[in-house]
């Protein structure tokens, strides 16, 4: 990092933000509006164009420089900071563009008094809602900043994304990034500093059509996927460090009378630690392998994306001082690892954080429901910890 004049205390600088909370008042509608317009437009993972398209447009029409779309679809613009060209810090700001949902569902948003309901407005309308109103938020609040911010909306974050976008981006980047924001719409008081290892994998069961159904051993693919999660649930993991492996989805079937031939179990190994990961990896293959073995079906083990654990320590001044600010705005504090957008800022060494929006319920579902009350608390906890990097208030 260049050098940093810091004009006021980190104390005066924690006082103010109440304050600049009443002031957030008058740009939620603006924020809002842009939730909805973004949630609208489907955006399913490795079919962003049309929101990202969109987004664009919005960092043109808020005068962001350098405004572009690259080969992966990741849109970015550049805030300009208002200190010296030469020795002005850049800020990485990033959101998702992908969601969960397909482009054939309804994308329709409905606005209450105290809610924002609709597939994807929580993961994450909210994060690209604050990618494209932060520009006049800055203005309108008068709350100016020395550093660039980049702002990245990225694409192939989710599932089979593996993070794509984001990894795309920090490979051909030449701007050097003194720190990284990764918004993720919910939970207000979410302070995610840590990457868990993790892999990311699939386990399809085919009976192939010369399957002998007379065999004493004969077991259609429902059976089949159901031994392999009873198998799975057997392998021990240590409490410390923390492990867990989570089953996400199965499909598999057509009807009540006829046998299974074919079944997908989705799920994650989650540790703190690489090597158990890995070990419990080799585990499930040879669950995999045993079981073609016995049953004569094909029960193969697809690995769709992986992440080593690593992060900054909880006493980092980043840390620290996004623990102040929250502490100044009487947010609730939760620390869980992650396993998004942030594992890519430490495998590129930019210290980073993850922060949460709002308040919401019922994620992941089309009936997905974002808190319209605390998002005035949200972006005031983010100008904050945006002034603190800034200022010089996080460096080592």
């Known amino acids: 990092m260049s050098p940093r004049k810091k004009p006021e205390t ?4 924690r006082r103010k933000l109440p304050r600049l909370r009443n002031k957030l008042d008058n740009v939620c509608e603006m924020f809002l509006a842009n939730l ?33 779309i690259d080969d992966m679809h990741n849109v970015v613009g550049i805030y300009p900071g208002q200190g010296d060209e030469a020795e002005r810090n850049n800020i990485l700001i990033v959101a998702h563009l992908d969601t969960h949902f397909e482009s054939t569902l309804d994308h329709s948003v409905t606005v209450t008094p105290r809610h924002v309901i609709g597939p994807g407005v929580c993961d994450n309308g909210l994060g690209l809602a604050v990618l494209s109103t932060l520009p006049s938020l800055l203005q309108q609040v008068d709350w100016p900043l020395e550093s660039n911010l980049l702002l990245l909306g990225a694409t192939r974050s989710l599932g089979r994304g593996n993070l794509d976008g984001l990894r795309f981006f920090l490979k051909h ?16 008081g979410r302070l995610s500093i840590m990457s868990v290892g993790m892999l990311r994998g699939e386990i399809v069961v085919t009976v192939p059509e010369t399957y002998d159904w007379t065999s004493f051993e004969a077991r259609g693919a429902v059976a089949l996927v159901t031994d392999v999660v009873r198998r799975m649930m057997a392998i021990p993991l240590p409490r410390k460090p923390r492990s867990t492996i989570v089953l996400g989805s199965i499909e598999s079937g057509t009807s009540f009378n006829r046998m299974a031939t074919h079944a997908v179990l989705r799920f994650e190994v989650k540790s703190e630690s690489s090597d158990i990961v890995r070990a419990t990896a080799a585990d499930i293959e040879d669950i995999c392998i045993e079981l073609t073995s016995e049953s004569h079906a094909e029960v193969a083990l697809n690995v769709i994306a992986r992440r080593e654990p690593g992060g900054i320590a909880f006493t980092h001044p980043l840390v620290r001082r996004t623990r102040g600010i929250m502490k100044a705005l009487d947010i609730p504090l939760t620390t869980n ?8 800022f430490i495998e590129s060494g930019i210290p980073a954080i ?39 208030y996080c460096e080592t």
């Open 36 to 68: 909805v317009m973004l949630s609208e437009i489907p955006a399913p993972t490795f079919g962003e164009e049309q929101r990202a398209d969109f987004l664009s447009q919005r960092f043109a029409e808020a005068g962001l420089v350098n405004t572009s």
């Open 354 to 392: 993850t922060l949460g929006i709002t308040g919401g319920e019922k994620l992941n579902s089309l009936r997905e429901q974002a808190d319209i009350g605390s998002i005035t608390t949200g972006l005031a906890q983010l100008l904050g910890v945006l002034a603190a990097i800034d200022r010089g």
């Open 10 to 13: 980190f104390t005066s600088l």
């Open 173 to 188: 980047n030449r701007l050097p990034c003194c720190a990284g924001l990764c918004i993720e719409g919910v939970q207000l």
């Open 337 to 344: 690892p992650s396993t998004s957008e942030l594992s890519m």
